[in-house]
Nanobody
């Protein structure tokens, strides 16, 4: 089992920044990647960013490229999402996920990000 605990959400004005953190505990073997999805009111959950745990390769949805940066701290089993130049359309609940071998994705509880214009 894997437990994911998120922190760092909040409310900011457009153009501001927030940094999300997601700390993983429990199983450590077979971890492929960790990352973030988000879900805005009335919309489906969408992929935001991911980082491959072994290689450190990163991938982003086009709408956040150049503004968001995903990173990890292997020793702390933590993944971060630095969000700069935030826009009102970034408003959503952000969910951390972890991808392990032979398991469905593990999910965090979600953290609210609200960007006002």
């Amino acid at each position: 089992q894997v437990q994911l605990v998120e922190s760092g959400g909040g409310s900011v004005q457009a153009g501001g920044s927030l940094r999300l953190s997601c700390a993983a505990s429990g199983r450590t073997d077979g971890r492929n990647a960790m990352g973030w999805f988000r879900q805005a009111p009335g919309k489906e959950r969408e992929f935001v960013a991911t980082i491959r745990w072994g290689s450190g390769s990163t991938y982003y949805i086009d709408s956040v490229k150049g503004r968001f940066t995903i990173s990890k701290d292997n020793a702390k089993n933590t993944v971060f999402l630095q969000m700069n130049s935030l826009k009102p359309e970034d408003t959503a609940v952000y969910y951390c996920y972890a991808d392990f071998d032979a398991s469905p994705y593990y999910w965090g509880q979600g953290t609210q990000v609200t960007v006002s214009s």
